[in-house]
Each structure stands twice: as C-alpha cells, then as structure tokens.
C-alpha cells in the first residue's frame, strides 16, 4: 500500500467594513480545466509541505500577491480564523482560512482575470457574505460559521 501524502491549503479571508457597518469580503470565481465548472472561492492555494506556521503565511502572501493583486504589509500577521482536515483514499489536506483586514493590505486589485496554471481565474470581487452564502466551493463552506459570528 503506498503511503499517504499530505498537502497544505492556505486561504486568505480578506475583509473589510462598509460604511452601513455590514462586512465584505474579496472572492474570486474560478473555472479548474479538469471539469469547466464556475465556483467561488477565497483566493489561495495548495502547499506540498511545510516547516512551520511561518512557512503558511509565506505562501498565504505570495497567494494574494498572484491571485488578487493585494500585499499584506510587511508587520501585519494575519489571524487564523478556522482549520480542518479533510481525507479521500489518496491524500490528506489540511485546509487553513486567515482572516487579513483590507486595510493591513496595499496594493490594487487585478482589473482582469488571468490564468493560474489549470484554472482560469476572473478578476477579484467584494461581496457581502449573503452573496457567498450558496456558492462558496464545497471546500471553503466550513469558514462561513466563523464569518457569521464576526459580521
């Protein structure tokens, strides 16, 4: 039997209030090669390995970097809002959610969708959770709990 391999996925939470108070957050919808669906996703991406927490947080801003256009300044640590595990016969995945304030980053969101290896992704949006709500990829959905006690 061949062992099991364990991968990372880091996601950021990037959120911001408006001025009715109600929070946003940047999603991006995307379309993975291998089966053309369009879904919802916060922006991140998968880890083969890590060393540390330290080593998340890198990949969490080279994420956000790539896939929205933001830099999470330089002093600001990002707060882990939620972890879990997830297992199929294959592989383990440990699924990591940061929640990083709009105004501990700098920057301009990408204008335009671009390619990220096998997935299209559209350019970056700010939506309100209720928007996100139903189709948040299946993945992401176990974050929404947390997102409700903060809004």
Same mark, same amino acid.
């Given at each position: 039997?061949?062992?099991?391999?364990?991968?990372?996925?880091?996601?950021? *939470? #990037?959120? &911001?209030?408006?001025? @009715? +108070?109600?929070?946003?957050? *940047? #999603?991006? &919808?995307?379309?993975? @090669? +291998?089966?053309?669906k369009l879904r919802m996703k916060f922006p991140g991406g998968m880890l083969e390995a890590i060393d540390d927490e330290n080593s998340i947080l890198i990949a969490l801003r080279r994420e956000i970097r790539a896939e929205v256009g933001l830099y999470i300044k330089p002093r600001v640590r990002p707060s882990l809002l939620h972890s879990?595990?997830?297992?199929?016969?294959?592989?383990?995945?440990?699924?990591?959610?940061y929640l990083v304030w709009a105004g501990d980053c700098e920057g301009v969101l990408h204008k335009r969708g671009h390619r990220d290896g096998?997935?299209?992704?559209?350019?970056?949006?700010?939506?309100?959770?209720?928007?996100?709500?139903?189709?948040?990829?299946?993945?992401h959905r176990p974050v929404l709990q947390k997102l409700r006690r903060i809004t």
């Amino acid at each position: 039997m061949p062992a099991r391999s364990k991968k990372y996925f880091v996601a950021a *939470i #990037i959120a &911001r209030r408006r001025s @009715d +108070g109600t929070l946003e957050f *940047i #999603i991006i &919808r995307s379309i993975w @090669d +291998g089966d053309g669906k369009l879904r919802m996703k916060f922006p991140g991406g998968m880890l083969e390995a890590i060393d540390d927490e330290n080593s998340i947080l890198i990949a969490l801003r080279r994420e956000i970097r790539a896939e929205v256009g933001l830099y999470i300044k330089p002093r600001v640590r990002p707060s882990l809002l939620h972890s879990y595990e997830t297992k199929n016969e294959e592989e383990d995945i440990v699924r990591t959610f940061y929640l990083v304030w709009a105004g501990d980053c700098e920057g301009v969101l990408h204008k335009r969708g671009h390619r990220d290896g096998d997935t299209w992704m559209k350019r970056p949006e700010w939506k309100i959770l209720e928007e996100i709500d139903t189709e948040l990829h299946t993945t992401h959905r176990p974050v929404l709990q947390k997102l409700r006690r903060i809004t």
